[in-house]
Structures are given as C-alpha cells and as structure tokens.
C-alpha cells in the first residue's frame, strides 16, 4: 500500500498503490502533499538496485574457491534465500535469460579447463575428448538440480577445481596401477567408471552429512588448515596447466630441460593470459569483462593464424588449436561390453580419494557458503544445501559425469548480470547440454591456451587469495604460519600428503584451541553468592564469615576428559589454598553443560576420592537426566550414600543446603521463638518506637500452602514476619512456578507497595503455618500525620533492609567479575 502523510496536520491514510507519486489534497487542513510508497512495498530488484554493487573476493570473481566480499545485496526483509521454495520466474524473464547465456558460456569454458586439468598427464591425453562430456555432463546435470534445489535462487554449480585436482591424482594412478598388466580397452573403461562411481559416492556422503544435519559441525574446521590446502589446490592447477599446455608431465626439477623454443611458444600464452586475467579481474569484477577476454583471446588467435597464413587445420597440427575429434559416443557407459571391461578392483582400491575428495568438497562448501552469507547479508541453510548437492552429484554419477561443487564465483558473477531466480542456473545447465553434443564441432575453433590460461588463473587467484590476501585476516602468526606449512607439504611432497598432515593439523589445533576454553565458566565464593533465602541478620552475618567454605563452579559446553584436568586443577588448589577457610562444600552447576564424553567418569570418580581424602561434599545441580543415565552407566552415582555427594534440581536448592549445614555447625539455624519486637530491636533505627509501631500494624495468620497475595494484585501494604516461611514465586503460563526467594522470621516483603502503586510482580505464598503483622499504605499516611518521626524511623529501615540488598547483589557481580 501507498501512504499519503500530511506534513502540516499529521494526517496519515493508506492508499491504493496506484496512486504513488501523485499529488493530493489533506481532507483535513486541504494542504497539499504527495502520496508515497511504503519502503516495504518496494520491488525486490528496485530496492536491490538502489544499493551499491556487490564487492566480490580477492582472488577473481569466478574463482571455484570460497571468496570474502562485504557488501550486501539485499533487501530489508532478506528474501533472497528462504526457506521456501523459489520461484521459477522471479527477478523476471529477460535478466535471468542474459545472466544464464553469460554463466552458462563461462561454466563452458571451466568445464574445458577442468578436462584439461583432469587429462593433463601426457598419458592420458588420449581420453581428453571424453573428459570434456563428462564435465559438460556435470555442469547440466548437477546445474540443472542445484538451480531447482537450492535455496539460493542464483547458484551454480559444476566441475570445480579441488574436486578436479583429485580426479588428476586418481586417473592418473589409475593408469600407472593398470598400464603394465591391462590393455587401453580396459584401461579406458575403468578410469571412467572411477570418475562417476566417485561422483555418486561423494553425493550420497554428502547428502548424508546433510540429512544428520551435521553442517554446523563442519563449521569447526580451522580456516587456515583449509585455506593452506586450497592454495596448494592452487599450485597443483598450475602444474596442471603446465603439463597440458606442455603436453608432458611436470617436474620441478626438469624444468630447465622445458627452456627452449617450444617453451615460449606453448606455455608463455597461457601463463600471460592467466596473469591478464588475474589483474583485470581482481579490479573489474563483472562476467561480462570475463566473456568478452574469453572471446577476444579467441578471436585474437584466429586473427594471427589468419596473419601467418594458416588455416584452422593447419593451427591445429600446429597446436594452437584443438584437434577435431568426432563426437565423442559418452552413451556407450551404459553399454554391456563397455562395463565389462571395468576392473573393480583397481577401484576399490583407490576408495582413499573418494573418500579425500568428499571431505574436501564439504570444506569448501562451507566456506563458499559462510562468504555467500557474507555476500548477501542473510543466513544459508548450510545441510540443506549439502543435501541438495549430495543428490546433484549422485545424479551426475549415474549419468556418467565428474563430481561437481558450488562455483561461488560464477554464481555472484551470474548474480551481478540479474540472475535472480532458478531460471538462470537452467539456461546455463541447458547451454552445456547443447555443447555437449556439438563440443566435437565448437572445440577445434578453440586456441589451446584459453583452458590452460583458465587454469593459470584460477591456480594463481587460489595461491593470492590465500598465501597474499590472507596475511591481513589472521589476527594470530602461527594460524599463517600453519597455513603456510600446509601449503608447502602439499606442494612438495603431493596433495594426499598435505590433506593426511593438514588433518592431523586440524585435529591438534581444535583439541588445543577448544582445550583452552575452560569448562568452568565461573568460580564463584558462597560469601557472596547466596541462596535466595532471606535469613534472619544473625544468619547472615553467620554466612558472610563462612559462606567461604562453599565453592561454587558454573560449568559449561561440552566435558570431555581433557577438559576436566582444569577443573580438578581448580579444587585442587582452592582446596590447598591456606589463605581461605576449608573447603566443606564444592557446588558444580551443570545448567551450562550440552554433554560429556563418556570417558569423563574416570575424572569424576577421581573427584570424589578427593572429595573423601580432603573431607568436602560434592554438590551436583542442574544435571540433565541424560547426562545423570550416562554417569550411571559408568559406574559413577550422583546421590552418595557416604554422604561426599549429593544433588539437587538446582542451584538455589543446593546453596540452600550447604547453607543451612554451615549454619547448623555453628548452632544458628533454628532462630528461637521470638516475638517480632524482638526480631526488629537489632535492625529497626528508632527501637524507641517499635512499640508504637507495633499498634500501627495488624496480626495476620496465614496458613500452610495459603497466599499472602497473588500475583497481579494490588499493592497496598508491607509485610513483617514473625513465625514461619514464606516463598516469594512467579506464576509463569502453563501453571509453572519459578521460586524467586524465600524467607523467614525477622524479614520484611512487600515494602515497595507503600510507594508504588504498580500491582504484586509475584507471589506470596506461606510454606508453613506463618505469623505475620501487616502495615498498610492508608495507616502508613495516617501515621504521616500525626507521628513523622515514627514515619521517618520506617523510612530509615526500608533503605537500610534494599541498601543491604544492594550491597549484596554488588558483592555478587563482584565475584562474578573477578
């Protein structure tokens, strides 16, 4: 709706939308004022264009790896990922269109360069043709799905350079396992059949990481063993790049034998195009900049072979072009004869980088989505995302293609063009399945170093992105430095190696960096931290000299036994500490506690031999019953017939207990009879006037389980106890009660309804037969009159008894500070 506000009088009035803009009269003071729209009846695409332009990562905007970008992109009400279904046409037609085409051609170009990456060996150049349908077939297939399944109305997802890297190492030990014993009618089959049972194997992990809902976990993953893998991703793309460029194997410590005429010739195109392409697009981050050095590197090579008097054909004996090939037959993997050729067992065998490559696909999935969150200012369902790409990669490996991942960059850099809804990441799925069946025809047209430039480029913006840009991220020296470690053994001694270190790596910095967060949150003294039992003034008196005998321990997040040497260490030193009073009571407050580790019984049976040996008692509160069965389970009982430890539903209860223990060793918790003259003498200013004061106020008997006062009423008197205990509660929905405080003989409530008129904020409710003498606020006024000084003595003592409880609520948050 539309909203005509009149500046002069205020008048407000919703109008049809329609009139927006327009000019009309107020029909109160007739002044005349315009007719806007409300903010949150603008277009999505209006307001998205208001806003400034999508920042993206260092590093290129389509590069395959998580990239960070600030800016956002999104309307107020964040409704570019939801949690419902999206629809098809959203954002409209003709800019999805556009933004499919331009994705759909750059997802064309990657899906080459991966091929290229995947064949790169000299020996398996044979299969290359092959290579490109399998990853054409990724990028419909697994495009196509994630477009219509995930929430992120933009995506795009394909081949993808990690999961490329591992493919290399697999096909490539594939065939030296097979070359020696099998023929190439054996071979070729069985590399194959690796690829797609490696694509439907890391989409059913992947779909059941998703399912458990075990994203947020994966979360946890240190940035920097990851980061340090990625960047040697970055130099295994580059060597990759080499080698097909090349058109031999790579090897660093050969690699003067490659300095001569070829050299230049073959690898300075596709290493000046990849550096062109990482310096123009660090600073001009659009796609369509992209497609058009795409397209002038290869118009530029047909110009100059047009120069050099060449023919296509003839650029391609000279390798500047692709060879023609005939269309490659990627149906005949269903064929009978085909899949009796494939040697099973050479698979199995090679089930570690199955099992590497989906670890390392989840990874980067979750650090493309945290920066996509970052991109668009709003939360991604991590698991459902998983569970939409595990099924696009199972699909994808039953229809014969490569394993595929979130492409972040292309999927903003398709964002950026107007991709706004499912229908763009379709175009671009159907884009590839064209060129599917007529890569045999497009790619002799194609210059070599175009794929292999792409892959100088995306190895380069991996090694920058991560070995240059992060040095301004890490906060800590060693979190670069193990990055950078990483790094070098994945370079150096091979990409299974550095994942084997940087998972152990990962493993030591979680243990180490969780272990340093201490189970216990708090360390508090029973001199300052009570129960909520408003005691007679002798008691508390009695309980600030040795409340110190109860140490109290706020314990919180997950207890595993690492953990607990920190809160045996705590104990045991306050238990040495000579400066304080002994120990008698050690309170542990588990209302923090999500779990233990099943092995954290052995720490707590030592605990209670401490507790025997140094003679305190454990206290136990707020234990979740789950947790309560999984003691018990092991042999360890919260509720010691020894009496060294007992429990309690919660923490009051439990200071409660040790409380009146202390108070009982030193022969203070019965308060004797006594009358309430006697009780205030000690604490009431003017004792001159407790007489008169007591004929100022009336005897009331309130029974047990009775109520003072509900709740809600009207607060119209205060309250002096002179027999029996009363429980101060708050009455929640659903019948709950919460127990706010307790209280007994000396104590006064209800003091602030003589001076506010607010109603009773809680309860009142007689825990034992009480005796109690009630001054209202209409004697109070009486007395105002006719005796101020009396007024004044009563005044006097309500500020003392809230001085008193103000100190101690300062002594508490002291504690909780130090």
Request: net charge neutral; aromatic share 10%.
């Amino acid at each position: 709706m539309a909203v005509f506000r009149c500046e002069s009088c205020g008048y407000k009035e919703k109008v049809a939308n329609t009139l927006a803009g327009q000019k009309a009269k107020c029909p109160k003071c007739k002044a005349v004022a315009e007719i806007m729209a409300e903010e949150s009846d603008l277009l999505l695409d209006e307001a998205m264009d208001s806003l400034p332009p999508v920042s993206e990562a260092e590093g290129g905007i389509f590069s395959d790896i998580s990239e960070k970008a600030p800016a956002r992109d999104l309307d107020a009400g964040g409704e570019e990922v939801s949690g419902d279904a999206v629809s098809l046409l959203r954002g409209g037609l003709p800019r999805n269109v556009i933004a499919g085409l331009v994705t759909g051609l750059l997802t064309f170009f990657f899906s080459l360069s991966f091929a290229a990456l995947v064949f790169s060996s000299a020996s398996l150049s044979g299969y290359f043709p092959h290579a490109v349908s399998m990853a054409l077939i990724t990028a419909a297939v697994a495009g196509a799905f994630m477009a219509l399944g995930s929430r992120v109305p933009f995506a795009v997802a394909g081949p993808e350079s990690t999961v490329s890297v591992i493919l290399l190492l697999l096909v490539t030990s594939l065939y030296v396992r097979m070359s020696p014993a099998h023929s190439a009618q054996a071979i070729y089959p069985t590399i194959v059949a690796a690829v797609a049972v490696t694509a439907t194997a890391a989409g059913l992990c992947l779909y059941a990481v998703g399912t458990i809902r075990a994203g947020a976990w994966i979360r946890f993953i240190p940035y920097q063993i990851v980061g340090g893998m990625l960047a040697g991703v970055g130099f295994l793309v580059l060597k990759g790049a080499f080698g097909f460029a090349m058109g031999t194997d790579f090897a660093l410590d050969e690699l003067s034998n490659f300095i001569h005429y070829d050299f230049y010739i073959k690898w300075l195109p596709p290493l000046l195009f990849g550096l062109l392409l990482l310096f123009v697009l660090r600073w001009l981050k659009n796609p369509l900049v992209a497609i058009f050095l795409l397209l002038a590197a290869c118009g530029g090579a047909h110009v100059f072979l047009w120069w050099q008097g060449m023919s296509p054909e003839q650029g391609s004996a000279a390798g500047w072009l692709f060879s023609p090939f005939p269309a490659d037959r990627f149906w005949e993997v269903y064929e009978p004869s085909f899949l009796l050729r494939i040697e099973w067992g050479a698979i199995l065998e090679h089930i570690a980088y199955i099992a590497v490559m989906t670890g390392l696909v989840i990874a980067t999935v979750m650090l493309k989505i945290t920066d996509l969150e970052t991109n668009i200012g709003n939360e991604v369902d991590l698991d459902r995302e998983l569970r939409v790409l595990g099924g696009a990669n199972a699909l994808t490996g039953l229809c014969g293609g490569m394993p595929g991942s979130l492409s972040l960059g292309r999927s903003l850099g398709g964002r950026r063009v107007g991709a706004r809804g499912p229908i763009s990441g379709i175009i671009a799925a159907a884009l590839c399945c064209v060129a599917l069946f007529y890569a045999h025809v497009v790619l002799p047209y194609i210059p070599v170093f175009v794929p292999a430039g792409l892959l100088v480029y995306m190895g380069l913006s991996l090694m920058v992105r991560w070995l240059v840009d992060t040095r301004a991220e890490f906060t800590q020296s060693e979190d670069y430095a193990l990055l950078f470690l990483v790094f070098l053994l994945t370079a150096v001694f091979g990409f299974l190696t550095g994942v084997a270190v940087g998972t152990a790596m990962a493993l030591m910095v979680v243990v180490s960096r969780y272990g340093r967060v201490s189970v216990v949150k708090l360390a508090l003294s029973g001199a300052h931290h009570r129960s909520n039992v408003d005691r007679a003034p002798f008691q508390f008196k009695v309980l600030k000299q040795k409340g110190e005998r109860i140490y109290i321990l706020r314990l919180q997040g997950f207890i595993f036994l690492g953990a607990t040497n920190s809160l045996l260490g705590l104990i045991r030193a306050r238990v040495k500490d000579k400066e304080k009073l002994p120990v008698r009571f050690v309170v542990l407050d588990f209302s923090r506690i999500s779990g233990l580790d099943s092995s954290v019984v052995i720490s707590f049976t030592r605990l209670k031999q401490m507790a025997r040996k140094q003679a305190f008692t454990l206290v136990f509160t707020n234990v979740p019953f789950e947790v309560e069965r999984q003691l018990e389970q092991g042999g360890f009982t919260l509720e010691d017939p020894d009496g060294f430890s007992k429990t309690f539903m919660s923490l009051d209860f439990a200071l409660e207990w040790c409380e009146d223990q202390i108070l009982e060793a030193e022969k203070a918790l019965s308060v004797k009879e006594q009358t309430l003259p006697q009780l205030l003498a000690t604490v009431f200013p003017e004792p001159k006037y407790i007489p008169l004061l007591m004929k100022c106020m009336k005897k009331v008997k309130v029974g047990q389980g009775e109520h003072v006062f509900h709740q809600g009423d009207v607060s119209d008197a205060m309250y002096f106890i002179e027999h029996g205990m009363v429980n101060v509660q708050l009455e929640l929905e659903g019948g709950k009660i919460l127990r706010l405080k307790k209280m007994g003989p000396g104590t006064t409530f209800g003091e602030m309804g003589i001076y506010t008129s607010a109603p009773r904020s809680a309860s009142i409710v007689a825990t034992e037969d009480c005796v109690l003498y009630r001054l209202s606020s209409k004697v109070l006024q009486v007395i105002q009159s006719k005796n101020p000084r009396l007024v004044s003595a009563i005044h006097r003592f309500i500020v003392n008894l809230l001085s008193e409880r103000v100190a101690q609520a300062n002594d508490e948050v002291r504690d909780l500070l130090a």
